[in-house]
């Protein structure tokens, strides 16, 4: 008897775990801005990536946030980030 792959499938995701993303974002910081951030100041909720670091830092991640968005777009296909803050 053969099962289908996609029945298969349909029980595992291939959406980028939270920890990727997170992981990723610090990569894009870095290549738009120069700022290093530390994984423990990304979090990501919904769409919505925070950083929390120094203020002349994260203005620095605002100026750019545009740029930071459309690489992060480009790299990590399977989340949806809609904000940088």
């Avoid at 801005?33 to 950083?51: C, D, F, H, I, M």
């Avoid at 929390?52 to 605002?62: A, C, F, G, K, Y």
């Avoid at 545009?66 to 690489?71: D, F, N, P, R, T």
């Amino acid at each position: 008897m053969e099962i289908p792959i996609e029945d298969i499938l349909k029980k595992y995701s291939v959406a980028a775990p939270e920890r990727a993303v997170r992981k990723e974002l610090r990569v894009v910081i870095k290549e738009v801005t120069g700022v290093e951030v530390p994984l423990s100041a990304v979090s990501y909720q919904k769409g919505r990536v925070r950083v929390d670091t120094s203020p002349l830092e994260r203005l620095q991640i605002h100026i750019h946030k545009e740029a930071i968005l459309e690489k992060i777009k480009d790299r990590i296909k399977t989340k949806k980030i809609t904000d940088v803050r």
